[in-house]
């Protein structure tokens, strides 16, 4: 069969496709969004890439994403011919059999590898039918660090062929303040340049990409195959307490810890510089390079020492002495004759370098160990495990050690335990031109301690992350979640004691309040804590062993599952279409050549039968993705079906096009709660006409009835029912936040709303419909047609081409404007929703859970202990900027809402 090869690229927090190119006339990559919403300091980014099969014949089309190694995955899903195929996390240990009977029938392992320094692949493939569509969905998960006083969202964009659709979307929501926001990277020069729009208002930020065609092929890294270049958005928050702020939700907080106006502490510091064989040529020219600028960034009154070795020990000095000039000059000098020879003895070195720290205390400094190196012990002691208990006794807790790998020959994983025992981090040093840099860079993180023996002290808190640190630098930042015991909101209370110079200090605000970031779901804040305690119970499994290491692994792995994260400890399994090889997803170590080592591969279990979209049914096959070693894992969650019937030029066979006329031409509307939502869970509203039904073409027929959609929160089929005529809904309504949103339904020609209302504050009005924006505030009137920013107190408003954004205090709804055979209509999303769980409207609805309990000979669901009679019916699904055909089950609004219809109803807009 003919191949066709479809790859998505991922970097830092965003993705973008990445593959070599195809011919036009085979596919065409119609659409790809990626959406990201960053929520103090947690980022939730989705990736949506639509393809057409365009050929005459079926076509294997492979999705490659490139995920970050700090991310969890949260969602995976691909949308088939009217089919879902969906992820489920499990334990490692029961996919074992799927392992062992796919590897006995010759299946092919390890297409995860490590790619570059902050990546690894993701693949997987399935082949499309001609002319059919293929929706490829990504969701995932990470907790931006903040490094030199400033976050960065990365994205490598790379399609390998221009898209009309492409757009990327990052909105930042800091409760603390955006102090500032810049958008940096070879994407946002010159010929892309004017595709990206950056808006900041105190509080939120939008920043938009959206290259045309002809911008795709015309900028410096772009051509006939598109982008291939970085787009880095750089930004911080306001520190306006030095205890930092704390938010919470649901009994759980999260607080964020980087005070300001302190005075550097002086520090000593030791240079421990591997000078073996190994590190000939350019990796000792460039370790020479970085060592002269470091030295020449020591301030006066820090002390440091400098030693190379090999099975030897090449002093500067024996001691440590004061960085003035002479002494720099000096240590200058030795570094440019440093020269490679000999093996590797890497204990005596290290501890040679805690001898040199332990005969110079000195009083109110801060002192640092720095081990570079590019091999593993070969000469001296080589047992590892010996080495790192030597070493950990001759630190004894009283300074860090950080290890920099140099390379890929080096033993990676031993260096991270080291240096995990000793409070520090170990940082891979890549072989590039700017590994110098890399050095350089990595220094100026811990070169200027603020605070040593930090200890985060959290009155009524339980379950904590990590709370004892043994240094603070300028720049970084300290993050520590848990829960609150009994969500005693009122008892719970932060303090920090650290040493900061030669004095103790205590950070505490008797006045500061804890602020609520409660959402309907209320899993945002819970679901840091997650990310961090899992992240923190895999670095102490490495370090420990026995029972010990078997009850972390355990806690470990049960979170893991509650939370579906995919970890070293489980794996996704995701069901495929019939005939469809299944892959091995192998997510590697740290510096792991991409190979089958450990990795998990599965079989094809006992087929079930499905509904095909076509009226008949498919076996479906099991696909499992496994993580291997990375700390920071990454998690999978529900994943529902939905057709893409929205792109205008592809072709159809027959059977699609009886579909598309029963289906695809229904005016529609989706009331999401949660898509692209900081928490992105699994539930919402959508709202179609049902199916089948007729559209007459004069405006004098019935009025239409629309379907909603209401999505499940388990993984299974979304409840839907009707409402006829020009009903006007309360779609959001929060009294304390004086915001009320109500939208008026069009019963006469195609689609969901026609006008939507907004009410915040007493004195703001705002309507929206298709053609303008009308804003009255007081006794002023102002209409906007254009794509203008609308800002009326805390309420902000941006019109683009097809959609409204709009925020109003923490709460933020896009609405999309959606065209249907020429008329337009209006579809609105709920992005991040009030910070409390006081709001109501249909786009409030919790999720709704069913279970199954009678199929003939008529279908019951049971909910809330009720049994509903229900039917299999279909509907067009708004939630993304094309029109999807979703299966659903039909049954009343009371029954679906467990509410009368009549309480979503408003008189007046």
């Known amino acids: ?34 959406n990201s919403t960053v929520t103090s300091r947690y980022a939730t980014t989705v990736i949506t890439s639509r393809v057409a099969n365009r050929m005459d014949e079926s076509k294997e089309i492979e ?24 992820g489920v996390v499990k334990g490692k240990e029961k996919a074992l059999q799927q392992y062992t009977e796919a590897v006995s029938r010759g299946q092919s392992a390890g297409i995860v590898s490590s790619v570059g320094r902050t990546l690894e692949e993701f693949k997987t493939s399935v082949t499309v039918a001609a002319h059919k569509k293929i929706t490829f969905e990504l969701t995932y998960e990470e907790l931006l660090k903040r490094r030199l006083g400033k976050y960065e969202l990365q994205i490598h964009a790379r399609p390998m062929q221009p898209v009309k659709d492409f757009k990327v979307d990052v909105y930042i929501n800091e409760k603390a303040g955006i102090n500032f926001i810049e958008v940096k990277g070879g994407l946002s020069t010159k010929a892309l340049a004017n595709a990206i729009t950056k808006t900041h208002a105190d509080k939120q930020a939008w920043v938009y990409f959206y290259p045309t065609e002809d911008q795709q092929r015309t900028c410096d890294s772009c051509g006939e195959q598109g982008m291939n270049g970085d787009l880095v958005i750089v930004y911080d928050v306001n520190r306006n307490t030095s205890l930092g702020d704390i938010k919470r939700s649901s009994g759980y907080f999260v607080h964020h810890f980087a005070p300001y106006g302190l005075a550097r502490i002086p520090k000593n510091v030791v240079f421990v510089i591997d000078q073996s064989g190994s590190m000939y040529g350019r990796k000792m020219q460039q370790t020479r390079i970085a060592l002269i600028h470091i030295l020449s960034d020591l301030a006066e009154d820090d002390h440091f020492g400098l030693f190379t070795f090999d099975n030897n020990i090449y002093h500067w000095k024996r001691e440590l002495v004061q960085a003035n000039e002479e002494n720099l000059e000096s240590a ?41 190196t590019d091999g593993d012990p070969t000469s001296g002691v080589t047992n590892l495990e010996q080495i790192q208990s030597n070493v950990r006794g001759a630190i004894a807790g009283k300074f860090p050690l950080y290890c920099l790998g140099f390379g890929f020959d080096v033993y990676f994983e031993f260096l991270e335990k080291m240096s995990l025992q000793n409070n520090g981090v170990a940082r891979r040093i890549y ?17 200027t301690p603020l605070l040593t023996d930090v200890t985060m002290i959290y009155n009524g808190g339980t379950n904590l992350t990590q709370t004892n640190f043994s240094q603070y630098y300028n720049g970084s930042e300290i993050v520590v979640a848990g829960q609150i015991t009994d969500n005693d909101i009122e008892t719970f209370t932060a303090q920090v004691v650290a040493i900061s110079r030669n004095r103790k200090m205590t950070f505490s605000d008797t006045n500061a309040t804890v602020e609520s970031t409660e959402t309907a779901s209320g899993s945002h804040i819970q679901r840091v804590w997650a990310y961090l305690t899992v992240k923190q119970l895999l670095e102490k499994e490495l370090l420990l062993s026995g029972p010990e290491k078997e009850n972390v692994k355990k806690e470990a792995l049960e979170l893991s599952l509650k939370y579906s994260f995919v970890t070293p400890l489980t794996s996704m399994v995701v069901t495929k279409p019939p005939g469809e090889n299944t892959d091995v997803l192998h997510k590697p170590k740290e510096g792991e050549t991409p190979q089958a080592r450990d990795s998990l591969v599965l079989h094809s279990p006992p087929s079930r039968r499905v509904y095909s979209g076509h009226g008949g049914s498919t076996q479906l096959k099991t696909m499992v993705i496994n993580t291997r070693h990375d700390p920071l894992p990454g998690h999978i969650g529900h994943i529902s079906f939905l057709a893409d019937d929205d792109y205008g030029d592809a072709m159809v066979d027959e059977d699609s096009a009886v579909e598309d006329s029963m289906y695809g031409t229904l005016p529609t509307l989706v009331l999401d709660s949660a898509t692209h939502a900081e928490d992105y869970n699994d539930y919402g509203l959508s709202m179609s006409n049902p199916l089948p039904s007729i559209v007459p073409d004069s405006a004098t027929h019935a009025p239409l009835s629309h379907r909603f959609l209401l999505k499940t929160e388990n993984l ?8 006829t005529g020009d009903v006007r809904l309360k779609l959001l309504h929060h009294p304390n936040r004086e915001l009320s949103v109500n939208g008026e339904l069009d019963s006469v020609s195609f689609g969901g709303f026609k006008r939507i209302v907004i009410h915040f504050k007493t004195e703001l009005y705002v309507e929206v419909d298709t053609n303008e924006i009308t804003v009255r505030e007081g006794q002023t009137l102002t209409r906007h047609t254009g794509q203008d920013l609308i800002t009326a107190g805390s309420l902000t408003v941006i019109r683009r081409d097809k959609e409204v954004d709009v925020a109003a205090g923490d709460t933020r709804m896009v609405f999309l404007i959606h065209e249907k055979e020429g008329v337009k209509f209006l579809w609105p999303v709920l992005r991040q929703q009030p910070s409390d769980n006081n709001a109501t409207g249909i786009l409030a609805v919790k999720p709704a859970v069913y279970e199954e309990v009678q199929q003939t000979p008529s279908t019951k669901l049971k909910i809330e202990d ?24 039909l049954m009343s609004a009371e029954s679906a809402l467990q509410r009368r219809l009549e309480d979503f109803i408003v008189t007046q807009l």
């Open 332 to 372: 200058k000098k030795f570094a440019r004759d440093i020269k490679d020879r000999g093996s590797t003895d890497i204990n005596r070195a290290v501890l040679e370098g805690a001898r040199m720290l332990n005969a110079h205390p000195r009083e109110g400094s801060a002192s640092i160990l720095i081990l570079l």
């Open 63 to 86: 999705f490659h994403v490139r995920i970050p190694k700090n991310a969890f995955i949260s969602k995976f899903r691909m949308f088939i011919d009217g089919q879902v195929y969906d």
């Open 866 to 889: 009720q049994e509903v009679d229900v039917t299999r019916a279909n509907a067009v699904d708004y939630s993304i900027v094309s029109n999807l055909t979703l299966d659903c089950w």
């Open 431 to 447: 072989e590039d031109s700017d590994a110098d840099l890399q050095l350089k860079g990595f220094y100026e993180e811990v070169a």
């Open 1 to 34: 069969m003919e191949r066709a090869v479809v790859q998505i690229t991922l970097f830092g927090l965003l993705l973008a496709l990445t593959t070599t190119l195809p011919s036009k006339d085979n596919w065409d990559i119609y659409s790809f969004h990626i």
């Open 716 to 723: 299974s089929l979304p409840l839907c029912f009707d409402v």
